[in-house]
C-alpha cells in the first residue's frame, strides 16, 4: 500500500471499530466472566470508551526455538466518555493518563478471551495510581467489550524481524476505587 492511501486505510479501519461499538448490544453486568469481577467492595468510577491500536513487532519467540511471532510492544489509544470528551491515553506499561496529569499503571490480575473473534483478551488488573486526579486512587482496572487488536494472523519471519505492525482496536476500560 502506497504512503498516500495508508492513513485513509487506518482511518476507515478505526471508523469501523468505532460503527462496530456503538452497534454492539449495550454492556450488562453478567456478561462479565467470574475471574475478570473486581473485589467486593470496589466502587465503579470511570467508564471509557478506547479506540487506537496495538503495536506488535516482529521478533525471536520467547520458547528459544528460532521461531518468530509477533509480540506486543505497546497499545496507543485515546479514551473518552460517553459525551465523546477526551478523558485519557493509553500507552506502554500498561499506562492510562488522565488530561488531568494523573496516571494509573496496571498489572494484569486475570484474563479471558474475548467472546468476540479476533478481539484481544478482556483483563482484570491490579493499579497503582499516581498524581491526583480521576485516576489518583484508582485500584482496579477492566478491559472489556474489545473489537480487535489481535497480532497478524500470518506468522513473521526472520526476513521481517523488527517490523511493526498496528493493528486498530477498541475496548471499553472500567476504574475502580476502594469503597470509602
Not at 509480540?71 to 506499561?93: F, M
Not at 468476540?116 to 493499579?127: C, D, Y
Request: charged share 20%.
Amino acid at each position: 500500500m502506497n504512503n498516500q492511501l495508508r492513513p485513509m486505510a487506518f482511518r476507515l479501519a478505526v471508523a469501523g471499530l468505532i460503527a462496530g461499538y456503538a452497534a454492539s448490544s449495550p454492556a450488562r453486568a453478567d456478561d462479565i466472566p467470574a475471574s475478570l469481577q473486581v473485589p467486593p467492595g470496589a466502587v465503579l468510577t470511570q467508564k471509557l470508551h478506547a479506540v487506537g491500536v496495538q503495536i506488535y513487532s516482529c521478533g525471536a519467540g520467547k520458547d528459544g526455538t528460532g521461531r518468530f511471532e509477533w509480540v506486543l510492544k505497546a497499545p496507543e489509544a485515546d479514551l473518552s466518555d460517553q459525551a465523546g470528551h477526551k478523558i485519557a491515553k493509553h500507552y506502554a506499561g500498561p499506562t492510562w493518563e488522565a488530561v488531568d496529569g494523573s496516571k494509573v499503571t496496571g498489572e494484569v490480575m486475570a484474563r479471558a478471551d474475548s467472546p468476540t473473534a479476533n478481539a484481544i483478551a478482556w483483563l482484570l488488573l491490579s493499579a497503582k495510581p499516581a498524581g491526583s486526579g480521576v485516576f489518583g486512587a484508582v485500584r482496579f482496572v477492566q478491559r472489556l467489550h474489545t473489537v480487535g487488536g489481535t497480532a497478524p494472523p500470518d506468522g513473521c519471519s526472520q526476513a521481517s524481524a523488527g517490523k511493526e505492525v498496528r493493528v486498530p482496536y477498541s475496548a471499553e476500560y472500567r476504574f475502580y476505587l476502594d469503597k470509602p
